[in-house]
């Protein structure tokens, strides 16, 4: 069988990652998965034994083990159907990246990581904005700070990593949405899947 075709989507929270997401799975052919979503569907899942954990971390900032993660994302990766994903949070640290590689080496290719570089600021403004709707227990001003370290700390790495390995398509994401997709879609019709 065909490997899966996989975009990984990081960048700071609130950079936009899930808005170019909704942008790109409009006019490509991609699915969008959101590792951040998915948790919050596990810990809201009637029975799960992994509901307050998952919660622990998010309104800590933290991360959760990859086992955790990586088998949601398998999960519906085979439950769609599809072959092009977009992954959207995920890996996050070098616990996430190596359990990725180990359990989706031979099942999917990245081809690229779509790299949303925002400034801590804006970030910080449209998160505590996004607050006043979202319902998120991590929307606010003190698990945004646990948040962007862990970002900075952990995060970061990855994405330097992807960088030394020439699959990073760097994107300034303080424009506006739709500037923002333009030079999206500059990198998504320069790719072979
Ligand atoms: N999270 C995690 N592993 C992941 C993705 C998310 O542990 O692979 C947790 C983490 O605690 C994070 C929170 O979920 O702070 C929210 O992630 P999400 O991607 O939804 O936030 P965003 O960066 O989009 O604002
Ligand atoms: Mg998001």
Redesign the pocket.
């Given at each position: 069988m065909a490997k899966y075709n996989v975009l990984f989507v990081l960048g700071?929270?609130?950079?936009g990652?899930?808005t170019q997401c909704d942008y790109i799975v409009r006019d490509y052919d991609f699915v969008h998965l959101?590792?951040?979503?998915l948790?919050?569907e596990e810990r809201q899942r009637p029975g799960s034994q992994y509901g307050e954990e998952i919660e622990g971390?998010?309104r800590?900032?933290?991360?959760?083990p990859v086992q955790i993660?990586c088998s949601l994302l398998q999960r519906a990766m085979e439950n769609s159907g599809r072959k092009n994903f977009l992954i959207?949070?995920?890996?996050?640290n070098k616990d996430?990246l190596e359990g990725w590689n180990k359990a989706m080496e031979e099942v999917a290719d990245v081809k690229r990581v779509l790299f949303f570089d925002c400034d801590e600021k804006v970030c910080v403004d449209r998160?505590l904005n996004r607050g006043k709707t979202s319902g998120r227990s991590?929307d606010n001003e003190e698990s945004l700070k646990k948040?962007i370290h862990?970002y900075n700390t952990s995060t970061m790495p990855i994405i330097e990593h992807y960088r030394k390995l020439n699959l990073v398509s760097e994107l300034h994401a303080e424009q506006t949405p739709d500037e923002v997709f333009g030079d999206v879609k500059k990198v998504l019709d320069d790719l072979t899947l």
């Open positions: 700071g929270p609130g950079a990652k899930g959101s590792a951040g979503d948790l919050r971390h998010i800590s900032g933290t991360i959760v993660t959207d949070g995920f890996p996050r996430n998160c991590d948040r862990t």
